[in-house]
T-cell receptor, first 111, second 116 residues
Framework: DAKTTQPNSMESNEEEPVHLPCNHS???????IHWYRQLPSQGPEYVIH???SNVNNRMASLAIAEDRKSSTLILHRATLRDAAVYYC????????????FGPGTRLSVLP | GAGVSQSPSNKVTEKGKDVELRCDPI?????LYWYRQRLGQGLEFLIY????????KSGLPSDRFSAERTGESVSTLTIQRTQQEDSAVYLC??????????????FGPGTRLTVL
């Protein structure tokens, strides 16, 4: 399985931007980069995904390095509700039907 | 519309008993996944159903674990002769298009299983 590496934890102040990094140096050309997050006591929820170009949606932005070996999830203005575990996942034809979730990054948002 | 639902939300059982966990996917979603999440850890894939195709059971940890799905509707995960190491949150997810690199999975709230 292609592995992703994320910091175990990060902290942010409320209403400030947050940049969550992910390294995926073994990514292959057809792998999509997905981000999910898991709020306390809930199942994961989809945040964003991309292939090569940067992506924006109502929740976040995804910045993908030119060589695709790393990406950054950007929350433009953190709120207390954004405190969660954020998972960076590679999804491609070689990985079967499942998502491989690592331990993720636990984001704390301070008021 | 309604999301993925799972029942029960909590289940406490004694070692050696059998348990059944239920998942109701989003209507019309052809793909259904089961995952296990131990305390403080990431998700472990268990099994995947896509329409009427044979399920991908490659993640089931032992023959005590089995799952069924009738068509594109409800799925049941059964754990026989439960062990304490089976204690975890069991998560179900569904997707409108399984097997594609860009598909999004919608997760249920999970069933927390505690084996005493």
């Amino acid at each position: 399985d292609a592995k992703t590496t994320q910091p175990n934890s990060m902290e942010s102040n409320e209403e400030e931007p947050v940049h969550l990094p992910c390294n995926h140096s073994t990514i292959s050309g057809t792998d999509y980069i997905h981000w999910y997050r898991q709020l306390p006591s809930q199942g994961p929820e989809y945040v964003i995904h991309g292939l090569t170009s940067n992506v924006n949606n109502r929740m976040a932005s995804l910045a993908i390095a030119e060589d695709r070996k790393s990406s950054t999830l950007i929350l433009h203005r953190a709120t207390l509700r954004d405190a969660a575990v954020y998972y960076c996942i590679l999804r491609g034809d070689n990985y079967g039907q499942n998502f491989v979730f690592g331990p993720g990054t636990r984001l704390s948002v301070l008021p | 519309g309604a999301g993925v639902s799972q029942s029960p939300s909590n289940k406490v059982t004694e070692k050696g008993k059998d348990v059944e966990l239920r998942c109701d996917p989003i209507s019309g979603h052809t793909a259904l996944y089961w995952y296990r999440q131990r305390l403080g850890q990431g998700l472990e894939f268990l099994i995947y159903f896509q329409g009427n195709s044979a399920p991908d059971k490659s993640g089931l940890p032992s023959d005590r674990f089995s799952a069924e799905r009738t068509g594109e509707s409800v799925s049941t995960l059964t754990i026989q002769r439960t062990q304490q190491e089976d204690s975890a949150v069991y998560l179900c997810a569904s997707s409108s298009r399984g097997g594609y690199s860009y598909n999004e999975q919608f997760f249920g709230p999970g069933t927390r299983l505690t084996v005493l």
